[in-house]
């Protein structure tokens, strides 16, 4: 039992997904979303219903590696935030799509861009891009 100055304050509620343990929910989202690729990934994701592999790679600001690209969307996938669709063609045809948690992912990574925009406006200096991508960040 946690105590604080002299208090019982319970125990802390602990969460296990998929094998990993996370001590509230808010560490579970982080842990879901933070790395340089897997929002801007989202991101592109929301603007379709669904992408191949090669457009995704092309649209996605930055120059992100096909290493980093596709262990990015394998943890996407294993956290139900994606969905990879592989069709028995010959090249392969493989099509990326956000699941309903995707979805609600989505808005969360709206609502930081509407931070940065509000943040962008009260004073910061503001760096512009033509990338339509980039733009939908700010």
């Not at 996370?22 to 603007?47: D, G, Q, R």
């Not at 948690?101 to 512009?128: E, Q």
Request: proline share 4%; charged share 25%; aromatic share 8%.
């Amino acid at each position: 039992m946690r105590k604080q100055n002299g208090h019982n304050l319970g125990t802390s509620p602990s969460y296990e997904i998929n094998g990993r343990h996370y001590n509230c929910p808010f560490e579970l989202t982080i842990s879901v979303i933070v790395s340089k690729w897997k929002m801007k990934i989202i991101k592109a994701l929301s603007e379709t219903s669904q992408i191949r592999y090669g457009e995704l790679k092309r649209i996605i600001p930055g120059a992100i590696t096909h290493k980093m690209l596709i262990q990015s969307l394998r943890e996407l996938e294993n956290d139900g935030i994606i969905r990879r669709r592989a069709y028995p063609e010959i090249p392969p045809k493989v099509e990326y799509s956000l699941t309903s948690d995707g979805l609600r992912l989505n808005a969360v990574i709206d609502a930081m861009s509407a931070f940065g925009r509000k943040y962008l406006v009260n004073g910061k200096s503001v760096v512009t891009t033509s990338n339509r991508l980039t733009q939908a960040y700010i």
